[in-house]
């Protein structure tokens, strides 16, 4: 059974140890620190069940400890234990509460064994629990993540059919099916499966599923590009490109059909490795895509000496590009921008006909959106390239 991780903060030694040796006796990893520093660097790298902090401390009096959490957006269950009196405690709650964090119990102090069981039992039945290591782990090999695929087609030139547009490919995008939760959006585990440190074999499995559905669409005769997405820190592996390229080997799939995404904010974190990277990507014969342009800080000549072959411009500026003026400015200037590099543009998240047609008007080259078609499952994205008259080997 995997063990839930709880984190404890408390200047008294022999409180925190007591405190871990309850947890661990109640079937969680309990980890006990002594100084605040490291507990905050701890939890910044691990996904955890709960932590419990100690509200008086010399160093950090409580309420700094509740404002650095709520910095880093800690969203896991707080249990908060003190020997202050209650009305100090209940005003802790509060600003806790009005800085997003869950304060799921108070402990005063001296604390009782009886009382510490009870919480860690609540916490346990608590369905809401994020998953350790192990659960990703067990998932990834019980084969519970897939892809499903959205749509990507062509606008230019206006192919006058009744939508005027033509299927080009798709995007695949992450999903877990958990048997305990249901399907999973990618948004909500992959900050967790990175935290973990096993995003490299999320995107090994992932590639293994692209490869897998280029196979399945050669024997059909879809002749359809597939995209998938790479996350910072594959941006930072200089043997991606062997690594990736080693699983092709065998497969018998073109994988010039294959584009690797990265988001703008992952590309330009370390440039000097991006560009060793992407390159020896590119020289492999995979085709790049600079994803969520628009959110992060591009310098320009970083984006013209990385060897990618599209921009793809954030939904959030293309939702808003038909009330604000503003934002219809910025996205044609990317389209230009981006044109002007020998970029094919693509705008991500069109709903509707009016967006579609000012993009048109722009000069973009292809869009994806619910206006085209959401995400699908391989069965359905099969039959919509069908439907659509994508084209076939
Ligand atoms: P992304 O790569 O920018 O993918 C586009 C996201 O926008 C997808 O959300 C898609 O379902 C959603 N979307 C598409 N059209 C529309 C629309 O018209 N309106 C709205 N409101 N949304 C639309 P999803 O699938 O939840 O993915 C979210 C993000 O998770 C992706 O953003 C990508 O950054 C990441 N992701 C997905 N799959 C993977 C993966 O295999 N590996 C890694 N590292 N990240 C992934
Ligand atoms: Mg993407
Ligand atoms: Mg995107």
Redesign the pocket.
Known sequence: MPQHKIFILDDERDIGEYIAAVAKMNDFESHYFFKADDFFTAIASTPLACVAVDLQMPCLDGIEVLRRLAEMQFRRPIIIMSGMDLKVLESARHFARANKLTVSDIVSKPVRVEELNRVFARLKANAHLPPTKADFVEAMARGEFS??L?PKVAIQPDHGGPKGYRPVGF?????WISPAKGLV???SF?PQIMAAGL?AQ??DL?FDLALATLGAWKEKGIAASLA????AS?VEDVALADRLWNRCAGTGIDHQRITI?I?ETAAMEHPETALDVLTRLRLRGFSLSL??FGTGYSSLVQLQRLPFAEL?I??SLI?DSISSKQTQIIVKAIIDLGHNLGLNVVA????DEETLELLRKCGCDLV????VS??LSPERAEAWWLEHGGPRD
């Not at 995007?171 to 999903?175: K, S, Y």
């Not at 994806?368 to 206006?371: A, C, T, V």
């Open positions: 892809l499903h959205q995007e695949g995008l992450v999903r959006m990618p948004d992959i995003s999320l995107s992932v998938i997405n790479m996350s594959d995404e988001t994803d969520d793809k954030d939904r939702s991500e998240g069109v709903e994806q959106g619910y206006l959401r995400p």
